[in-house]
């Protein structure tokens, strides 16, 4: 683009003559290149603007009066600020950058990458961060392969941004301690209660789901506020199993109200169960109308797991047609048959 430019000011004065004054033009050059170039390239382009002047103020005979030398003028003093405004743009970036890593770090110690197999399921995650440039947000997973089952949550931090994080980090945290040590999901769900009550102040709180899934081809949900998951059976219909009371979110059980009861869902080999965040039923089109989730079930059916939720999430983008207002968080499971036992299996990058 400098180089361009000033070539382009350099014939347009020369068609044009002396009498037209384009020669201070020519400082655009090393100005376009500060902006988008190196201080190293800028410096370059700046000479290569000096000379050029020096080349068409001769041409013009331009430097038998003060026109020329204010051209000269110019074209320094703009290469000098390209250079400098070089200088502070490529600190920028490397702040940046460093700041990029460390977010990645983060994003690898608070949502980590879920096992492809757990028991006797296979997983898929997608995450999707309202925040732009963000990797992580308010939205929060976990699968943990316990000696009493596979045990998963999906959750949604009231808020957004670095608050919502912290938060995400305190459920998860509870979460995987309590996931191997609790017997049963009742009090896996009283004891994050207890975490998230004692760390959150004020009216935060999270809306979550638990789950629990052995070897009895069922699978157990305790629901805190959270949208019901959608379990698609072999014949590709979607079911969306409701709690049998609803109860309050995580961080809300201080105000008196009971806790959620457990409610259990056949469960069985060849199934899908998708646990979500709110952020993809309530992704709306250019019309208004939410993403109609049950009416793509059907997007699932890819035999790999990881490629049917890359499938789903991206017409989930295309329903949108826009930046997400609100993190969207997927969990996808597969029940593809017995296990023996609950060894936690190899990591893949979250989706």
């Known amino acids: 683009m400098p180089?361009?430019?000033?070539?382009?000011?350099?014939?347009?004065d020369v068609v044009a003559g002396p009498g037209v004054g384009l020669l201070p033009l020519v400082s655009l050059g090393p100005a376009f290149s500060g902006?988008?170039?190196g201080?190293?390239?800028?410096a370059l382009i700046g000479v290569v603007a000096l000379l050029l002047c020096v080349g068409l103020g001769l041409y013009n005979g331009q430097f038998e009066e003060r026109r020329g030398f204010a051209a000269l003028g110019s074209v320094a003093g703009v290469t000098g600020a390209g250079i400098a405004a070089a200088v502070m743009r490529s600190r920028r970036e490397a702040e940046l950058a460093s700041v990029r890593s460390?977010?990645?770090?983060?994003?690898?110690?608070?949502?980590?990458?879920?096992?492809?197999t757990a028991g006797p399921l296979q997983a898929a995650v997608s995450y999707t961060s309202a925040v732009a440039e963000a990797r992580i947000g308010g939205d929060l997973y976990e699968v943990v392969a316990?000696?009493?089952?596979?045990?998963v949550i999906v959750g949604d931090v009231q808020g957004k941004g670095l608050a919502a994080v912290e938060t995400a980090a305190v459920v998860l945290g509870a979460f995987r301690e309590a996931a191997h040590d609790e017997p049963d999901l009742v009090g896996l769900g009283e004891r994050l209660e207890r975490s998230v009550a004692r760390e959150l102040e004020g009216e935060k709180f999270v809306t979550a789901i638990l789950?629990?899934?052995?070897?009895?081809?069922?699978?157990?949900f305790l629901n805190y506020g959270h949208p019901a998951p959608m379990l698609v059976r072999r014949d590709g219909t979607a079911d969306f199993p409701q709690p049998p009371s609803y109860a309050l979110p995580l961080g809300l059980g201080a105000h008196g109200a009971e806790g959620p009861n457990?409610?259990?869902?056949?469960?069985?080999?060849?199934?899908?169960?998708?646990?979500?965040?709110?952020?993809?039923?309530?992704?709306?089109?250019d019309r208004g109308r939410f993403y109609p989730l049950a009416e793509r079930a059907y997007l699932l059916?890819?035999?790999?797991?990881?490629?049917?939720?890359?499938?789903?999430r991206a017409d989930l983008v295309q329903h949108a047609a826009g930046p997400a207002h609100d993190d969207a968080a997927m969990l996808l499971l597969r029940y593809h048959g017995h296990a023996h036992g609950h060894e936690q299996g190899k990591s893949a990058p979250a989706g």
Do not use: C, N
């Open 102 to 116: 460390i977010a990645e770090v983060a994003q690898r110690v608070l949502l980590r990458p879920v096992p492809l």
């Open 262 to 285: 457990p409610f259990r869902v056949d469960f069985a080999p060849g199934e899908q169960l998708l646990l979500y965040t709110d952020g993809v039923t309530e992704a709306r089109d």
């Open 211 to 220: 789950a629990e899934i052995g070897t009895r081809h069922e699978a157990v």
């Open 35 to 37: 902006l988008i170039g």
């Open 3 to 12: 180089v361009a430019v000033m070539a382009a000011v350099a014939g347009v």
């Open 39 to 42: 201080w190293r390239r800028t």
């Open 301 to 312: 059916k890819d035999s790999d797991a990881h490629q049917a939720l890359q499938a789903l």
């Open 146 to 151: 316990s000696p009493h089952g596979v045990r």
